[in-house]
């Protein structure tokens, strides 16, 4: 279930990976579930993703993130 906090921390992890990124992931969206935050999306490049997970990180400690951002 997604709180209203999660929902805040979502937000914040959906801007600050499109600011990383530029907008390059495709399709993405951030939910969070009982404290685990999903990173969902398809980057054009490896890089991309890098970023992408760079950025997500600085808001959130490794295990509280789940990157489904696929390459391609």
Same mark, same amino acid.
């Given at each position: ?26 399709? =993405? ?23 992408? =997970? ?19």
């Amino acid at each position: 279930m997604t709180t209203p906090e999660g929902s805040v921390l979502s937000q914040q992890v959906e801007n600050r990976v499109r600011q990383y990124t530029h907008g390059r992931i495709r399709g =993405l969206t951030v939910v969070e579930n009982q404290g685990l935050v999903v990173v969902r999306g398809r980057a054009p490049s490896h890089h991309t993703k890098q970023l992408a =997970l760079m950025g997500a990180l600085q808001l959130l400690s490794g295990d509280k993130l789940s990157a489904e951002i696929t390459v391609g």
